[in-house]
C-alpha cells in the first residue's frame, strides 16, 4: 500500500506546518484555496489519515479535553517529511495531473520553500514539453489513419491532448514570467 491519492499529499503538507487534528485539516479544504484545489469530504480525511499513519507517514496522539471527548492530534513523521519533500519537488509526468498534483506541490512550496517554486515550474515546463513531443510523434505516425473512420475519435482525442499540453505551456510559461517579475525589487 502506498500513497494514492492527492489528498493524502496535502494532509502531509498540512502537518508540515502544524500538528492538527482532524477537524482542523477539514476546515483548511473547505475554506481556503487547498479547497478550491481539492474537494475532500470529511470521511475521506479520516480515512487519509488512517493509512497514512498505517503507512508511517504520521502518528497521532490522544488529547483530553475535559469533559469533551478525547482529540487525536496528527503530527508528521520524519518519513512523512522526506515523502513529502521529495514528492513536492518532482514535475508531474503527465498534464492532467497538473489541474490537482502540480497545484497542491504550488500550494504548499510557496510557503515552505518559496525559492524554489521557479525551479519547479520551469521543470514542469520541460515534462510537457517532452510529452507534447511524444503526442506529436504520435501525430505524425498516425497522419494516414485519419481517414478510416475508426482512427478518426483516436485522431481527434490526440489533438484535443496536443492543444490542451500547448496551453498548459502557455501558462506555465506565464506562471514563470508572473514569479521573477514578484522576485524583483521594485523600481
Not at 6 to 17: K, M
Not at 42 to 52: D, G, I, T, V
Not at 63 to 84: C, I, N, T
Request: net charge negative; glycine share 4%; charged share 30%.
Amino acid at each position: 500500500m502506498q500513497i494514492s491519492e492527492p489528498a493524502e499529499y496535502a494532509l502531509l503538507g498540512l502537518l508540515q506546518a502544524r500538528s492538527m487534528h482532524g477537524y482542523e485539516m477539514f476546515q483548511e479544504f473547505e475554506r481556503g484555496t487547498l479547497g478550491e484545489i481539492i474537494h475532500l469530504e470529511m470521511s475521506q480525511l479520516y480515512a487519509f489519515l488512517k493509512k497514512l499513519e498505517r503507512l508511517g507517514y504520521i502518528e497521532a496522539t490522544v488529547k483530553e479535553q475535559g469533559s469533551r471527548p478525547p482529540r487525536k492530534v496528527y503530527h508528521l513523521r520524519e518519513e512523512g517529511r522526506a515523502l513529502f519533500h521529495t514528492w513536492l519537488l518532482e514535475p508531474v509526468e503527465k498534464p492532467r495531473d497538473i489541474r490537482i498534483h502540480f497545484l497542491i506541490k504550488l500550494y504548499f512550496l510557496r510557503p515552505y520553500a518559496s525559492e524554489q517554486t521557479i525551479a519547479l515550474v520551469q521543470r514542469q515546463a520541460e515534462a510537457c514539453e517532452r510529452f507534447l513531443q511524444h503526442l506529436e510523434l504520435r501525430q505524425q505516425a498516425s497522419i494516414d489513419d485519419r481517414q478510416d473512420p475508426e482512427h478518426f475519435l483516436a485522431h481527434v482525442v490526440l489533438r484535443s491532448r496536443i492543444y490542451q499540453t500547448r496551453s498548459l505551456l502557455a501558462w506555465l510559461t506565464e506562471l514563470t514570467a508572473e514569479l521573477r517579475d514578484e522576485g524583483r525589487p521594485n523600481s
